[in-house]
């Protein structure tokens, strides 16, 4: 098969407490779209980064 083979969510939220400096958070909640098992197949990564500008 071809492809990356996952669907689902992604969810990201910042917060920047100066204006050059910003946080990130980010949630990916995929499963996988042809299984070919009967298992529940699917994975939750969480990304966090901080920015600064200057």
Do not use: Q
Not at 12 to 27: A, E, I, Q, V, W
């Amino acid at each position: 098969m071809s492809g990356t083979n996952v669907k689902g969510h992604w969810v990201k939220l910042s917060y920047s407490p100066y204006d050059s400096l910003t946080f990130g958070l980010s949630c990916f909640m995929t499963e996988l779209i042809n299984n070919p098992g009967s298992t529940k197949s699917g994975a939750t990564r969480i990304l966090a980064d901080a920015v600064f500008k200057f």
